[in-house]
Structure formats: structure tokens, C-alpha cells
């Protein structure tokens, strides 16, 4: 009986050992750079002005801090390897859009009609022109993408026809 009520006392501190475990890591970084109250028209404004000036393309991250993808991504952008290439190519806008309903507009400026998920990736030349308007939906799954696909695809980047 005295091995049973043991037995029973280390089963009930089981759950809340397994509480206290550190948390499995992420298998990708994230960030939460998405905010509410940011004027977005005036961010993105002021990125295509200064990618006029330094002779560089325009990528509008249109996502939100609730989104798994819109964090992963902005994760991945912040690491090392491609936040320096980043730098060098592109000046990025990070534009809350809520739950799919908040600074639209952006979208709309630049032919996208709706958020159909996020994140939504623009990639626009210094004069505002669309580049990438087949892939620009299709980054809902960035958390899961591996870094070197991120990278190619930004570092390599052509405009699509």
C-alpha cells in the first residue's frame, strides 16, 4: 500500500514537471516587428524614397504579430546571414493588416486586390512598380521554408513576367 500511495504521489508531480520543461525551440527564429498604430502609407513612402536615393528594390511585408508565417518570416529576415544581404538589396516595411482588414489600402496601391493570408510579400521597384505579383501571396507557409530558399529567393530575385 506504502509503494502504491508512492507510486501515485510522484504520478501527480508529473504534469507539473512537464509544465516547468523549458518550451521546445521554434525550428525557425520569429520576430514581432507588425504594429498597429504605425502609419503604413508613410513608412512605405519613405522606404520607396530612400530606395530611389540608394538605387534599391522595396520589400512591404504585409502580416500581423498573430500570424505563425508573418513572425517566421520576419524571424528569418533578422538573421545574420539574411538581414546583410537584405540590407543590401532592399529596404523592408513591415504593414500590420489585422486580421485582414487593416491597411488594405497598401495592397490595393500596388495592384493586390485583398490579403488573402499572410503574410502577403511585395516586392516593388524604387518607382513603386509590382514585381512579384504571382509569388507575392504565396509566403503563408515562410515559417516552414528553409533559410536557404529564403535566401535564394531574395538574393536572386527577378522581376516576374
Known sequence: MRLLLIALALLAFTPLSAALAEPAEASHPEARPFEK????????DAALARAEIVGKKVIVVMGANWCHDSRGLAGWFAEPRLAAMLAAKYEIVYVDVGQKDRNVDIAQRF???????????????????????????????????????????????????
Do not use: C, H, M
Open 37 to 44: 498604430s504605425a502609419n503604413a502609407t508613410e513608412q512605405v
Open 111 to 161: 495592384g493586390i486586390k485583398s490579403i488573402k493570408g499572410t503574410p502577403t510579400v511585395l516586392v516593388l521597384s524604387s518607382d513603386g512598380a509590382l514585381l512579384n505579383r504571382k509569388s507575392a501571396p504565396k509566403w503563408r507557409d515562410a515559417a516552414s521554408r528553409e533559410e536557404d530558399d529564403i535566401f535564394a529567393y531574395f538574393d536572386q530575385f527577378t522581376p516576374e513576367l
